[in-house]
């Protein structure tokens, strides 16, 4: 680990070369033989120093502003080298390896902000001590990005964020978990994750051979036994996720147009043909099945698929430089209000499933499946009650919070079942048939995210549509004896809460009231004592008199 002096010189030396390695990087950003921190091509010792000078570079981003919960990357660069048998670091053109020895079922990555400390250490815990029997098959690992956002000009360091990148440090030396990612953190815009979201899919497969690839938040908490148990059942050709459909706006516009479950809606307002939307979607590709973020999972040939794609990797770099030029702004109306010469991409998940669409139909992919999981079925935004947790849930996101996110995971009873319809298969159908899915157009040429011409075809000719769902009796097949005794369960446990909340009240109100008496007897002394103070004041001002007149 390097030394508080080792990481202080950098600091000095990083004053002095910031403008010489905001160039050089700025041009890396563009350049084939140094994108995105790749060295391939150069020698052995340009390509030393070359990243070098990126680590140095990171360690700005990595300690800057934790005020108003922004709070940096990770650990510095010599940190980062030193560290990479432990925690891992990923240069977007890493290779990706060729197929091997599986090394498990599920690579499971949590996109986390690096101030959450302890939200990390709860999940680990959580994943750890509730799916033991998953460790070998499921692995979990937490993603941050490698830099921060330093804004123009950068603002200066502060003791809070040196302090937050010795916690990350010894975080990551302890657990290994940590990938790091070329991507910043604290963007300018309501998209904070995009650049390091972007930056795990194109480089995920690298890190070995899984069955899938997902992403998850550190707001969410996934089932894994469930995960596992319903992604192998639907092959290695597949997305997994709570699925929409969308449109999108190419030619590096970085806007999405269109949102609707039912694709045929989407449809018409590519088309032209929905009065009631104020966008005009008809510049726009799509539909496209549109995973939401609290989990999507690609299967390998997928996630191989788009890792792979120079275009995606052209839309990325163009969204950093975006970035880069950006005006910030604070909400998703304001973001999506700026021209089209200046927008940043903010939409994250439309962004990564628009890029997954189109590398999917220019690769001439067939036979794609997309599965659709049922809200408040399988995913919740939070857990209401014991009772509905016989309903085989696989995500609960939208824990703001560490208390919700430790109160969830006290509730969530995870070792239930399994239940007859835990073995209940996705169902799968022409696209047609089950979702009324029977046009699309995507984008005919053009690099990057260019768009010269359209072209429309059949998404039946590549992609076939799965729901997994549930019998509607599902609740009725808990004997009754099972319904009592959670009922009884919720119960007890509602109790328990409601006394402890009541002891810790009134523990409370004794303290306030102890330290109040405190005060009051406090204050009574200090007034006593200036009391005094005064008389004696004035019995030695009436002597000095007496003694004068004498």
Known sequence: MARPAEVGGAFLLLAVLLSVMRLLFSTARTSPALSSGSIVG???????????????????????????????????????????????????????PV?????????????????????????????????????????????????????????????????????????????GDIVWVDGREALPHVGKATEKSAAWWQTAPSLGNYGFYCKSDDDSLIHLSRLRRDLEDVGESALYGYVAFRGW???????????????????????????????????????????????????????????????????????????????????????????????????????ISYNLFRSIVRGGLKNVRVVKIQQWVHIQ?????????PIPLVVIHNLKGLKQLQSVISSWRTDLGPWPFESERAACKPCSQLWHWKWARSCASGEGDACDSFVEFDPNDVYECCV???????????????????????????????????????????????????????????AAREQAALRALGKGGGAASNATRS
């Not at 340009?46 to 922004?70: F, M, N, S, W």
């Not at 052209?314 to 209000?337: M, T, W, Y």
């Not at 935004?381 to 947790?389: A, I, K, Q, Y």
């Not at 446990?493 to 009231?513: G, L």
């Open 42 to 96: 150069q020698s052995a010792d340009a390509a030393a120093l070359i990243e070098e000078l990126r680590l140095l570079r990171a360690d700005v981003g990595k300690l800057h502003d934790v005020l108003a919960g922004r709070a940096p990357a990770g650990p510095a660069g010599g940190a980062l080298a030193q560290h990479a048998s432990q925690s891992t670091a990923l240069a977007v053109g890493t290779p990706i």
């Open 99 to 175: 197929l091997g020895k599986r090394d498990g079922s599920v690579l499971m990555a949590v996109i986390t902000n690096p101030s959450h400390i302890k939200e990390r250490a709860e999940l680990r815990a959580f994943y750890k001590e509730r799916f033991p029997e998953e460790q070998g098959k499921v692995r979990v690992v937490f993603v941050m990005g490698n830099n921060y956002y330093l804004g123009n000009p950068p603002k200066p360091l502060t003791a809070e964020t040196k302090e937050l990148l010795k916690e990350v440090m010894a975080e990551s030396s302890k657990e």
């Open 249 to 351: 706006k190419p030619n590096y516009k970085f806007q999405a147009c269109g949102i609707d479950v039912r694709p045929y809606m989407v449809e018409a307002a590519l088309q032209g043909r929905d009065f009631n939307r104020d966008e005009n979607c008809t510049d726009s590709v799509g539909p496209f099945p549109y995973a939401g973020g609290n989990l999507v999972c690609m299967g390998q040939v997928l996630a191989r698929q788009i890792a792979g794609d120079r275009h995606f990797h052209g839309f990325v770099a163009k969204a950093h430089e975006r970035n880069d030029q950006g005006i910030k702004c604070k909400s998703p109306l304001e973001c999506a209000r700026q021209p089209f010469n200046i927008h940043m991409w903010h939409h994250e998940d439309a962004g």
């Open 381 to 389: 935004h939070w857990l209401r009650d014991n009772v509905t947790e």
């Open 468 to 526: 997994k769902s549930y019998p509607p009796d599902v609740m009725e097949r808990m004997s009754a004896e099972e319904a009592l005794r959670a009922m009884a369960e919720r119960a007890a446990r509602v109790k328990r809460e409601a006394e402890a909340r009541e002891a810790k009240a009134a523990k409370e109100a004794a303290a306030k009231a102890a330290r109040e008496k405190r005060e009051a007897r406090d204050a009574a002394k200090q």
